[in-house]
Every structure is written in structure tokens, then in C-alpha cells.
T-cell receptor, first 110, second 115 residues
Framework: GIQVEQSPPDLILQEGANSTLRCNFS?????LQWFHQNPWGQLINLFYIPSGTKQNGRLSATTVATERYSLLYISSSQTTDSGVYFCAVTWYSSASKIIFGSGTRLSIRP | GAVVSQHPSRVICKSGTSVKIECRSLDFQATTMFWYRQFPKQSLMLMATSNEGSKATYEQGVEKDKFLINHASLTLSTLTVTSAHPEDSSFYIC???????????FGDGTRLSIL
């Protein structure tokens, strides 16, 4: 099956810093989503981005499907950005299923 | 936007009891619903996929007799953890989508604690 790896696994930053989170996947995908899981467990959908670049406020994401990776950029981090960030892919061999990456745990210090 | 409601948000019960978790799509018809399980500090693992009116498809290693899934309507799927034991304690999350190649929308999860 497809492998989805995220890096780094943990990231600790000061408030105001910028960060880049990476998601690598081992096979062709037809969909990719980025999620933020807050401390209460809620999954917040950030981007639905099978290819190209999107921006939403301080967050942006880029997926290069041909090279099998996606990047999530967070600028001017705030303490409320803390939590776990997951990428999740739907791959061609099994169009129904979402496979989640291992996640990046982000901690923003005031 | 699409809203998925999951209930209850938290359950604490004694070992041996059965627990039912509901997942509802509030403003769209969910042809497919998914159930995930998440242990502390780990990722979400897909347990099963259910299509309305059909039997659920379980992932390898998930006991279908232990985790009963029913998807009787286009807006409701239920997961019943039968004869729950402490090792079943976990965070369970459902998701739903209306058709292929569309984003999945997630519920807020159910934290299950078996004493």
C-alpha cells in the first residue's frame, strides 16, 4: 500500500516564526488534504490540494504531484497554531480510502 | 459547509458493556462513511468503510464482530463496540463524503474510556 511520511515529527517554535511541514507519498494520489488536529481532537480541514498552490491567510500549501510531495507553510506562527498537522491522501489504487501520514506535532511558545 | 455530527463526544463505561457511536451528515447525503481509530500520540488508522445500504468493508486486523457498523441511511452511520474492554479505549472519529473524489468531512470524535 501507499506510504505517507511527514517531517519533521516534532517542531517547537517561538511565536512569530515561520515553518514548513513536509509530506512525502510513495505512489500517485488523486487527492491530498492537510488537517490541523487541535488539543481537543477536532480535525480542522486546512486545504484540499491534489496539485498546485493555495493560500488561506497565514497558511499556504503546495503539492507537486509528479514528485510526490506536499508542503504546508505557516507564517507568523501564533500559539493557537499548536497541535498536530496531518496530511492525508486518497490514492488511485483505492480511490475511496484516505491514508493519513504520521503527523507533525507543532508547539508554538509565547 | 458540510457538517458531520458525531455523538457522544465522550463515553466512560465498565468493561463488558457495548457502546454505540453515531455519525450524522447534517447538510449533505453521505454515500460513504469512514470510521477511524486514534491512539494517544499516533495517527488516525482507518478501521472500516461503509456505503449506504451495504455491508461495511473492514481493514485488515479489525474484528468485524467486535466493531459493528451500520449505515442504514444516507445521513447516519453507527459504530458499536461490543463487549468493550480497556484495550478498546481510544479516540474514534468518523468521516463522510457525498461522492468519490470529494473531500471527506470529519466529526469531532468520541473519546471512549473503558474501566
Amino acid at each position: 500500500g501507499i506510504q505517507v511520511e511527514q517531517s519533521p515529527p516534532d517542531l517547537i517554535l517561538q511565536e512569530g516564526a515561520n515553518s514548513t511541514l513536509r509530506c512525502n507519498f510513495s505512489d500517485s494520489v488523486n487527492n491530498l488534504q492537510w488537517f490541523h488536529q487541535n488539543p481537543w481532537g477536532q480535525l480542522i480541514n486546512l486545504f484540499y490540494i491534489p496539485s498546485g498552490t493555495k493560500q488561506n491567510g497565514r497558511l499556504s500549501a503546495t503539492t507537486v504531484a509528479t514528485e510526490r510531495y506536499s508542503l504546508l507553510y505557516i507564517s507568523s506562527s501564533q500559539t493557537t497554531d499548536s497541535g498536530v498537522y496531518f496530511c492525508a491522501v486518497t490514492w488511485y489504487s483505492s480511490a475511496s480510502k484516505i491514508i493519513f501520514g504520521s503527523g507533525t506535532r507543532l508547539s508554538i511558545r509565547p | 459547509g458540510a457538517v458531520v455530527s458525531q455523538h457522544p463526544s465522550r463515553v466512560i463505561c465498565k468493561s463488558g458493556t457495548s457502546v454505540k457511536i453515531e455519525c450524522r451528515s447534517l447538510d449533505f447525503q453521505a454515500t460513504t462513511m469512514f470510521w477511524y481509530r486514534q491512539f494517544p500520540k499516533q495517527s488516525l488508522m482507518l478501521m472500516a468503510t461503509s456505503n449506504e445500504g451495504s455491508k461495511a468493508t473492514y481493514e485488515q486486523g479489525v474484528e468485524k464482530d467486535k466493531f459493528l457498523i451500520n449505515h442504514a441511511s444516507l445521513t447516519l452511520s453507527t459504530l458499536t463496540v461490543t463487549s468493550a474492554h480497556p484495550e478498546d479505549s481510544s479516540f474514534y472519529i468518523c468521516s463522510a463524503r457525498d461522492q468519490n473524489n470529494q473531500p471527506q468531512h470529519f466529526g469531532d470524535g468520541t473519546r471512549l474510556s473503558i474501566l
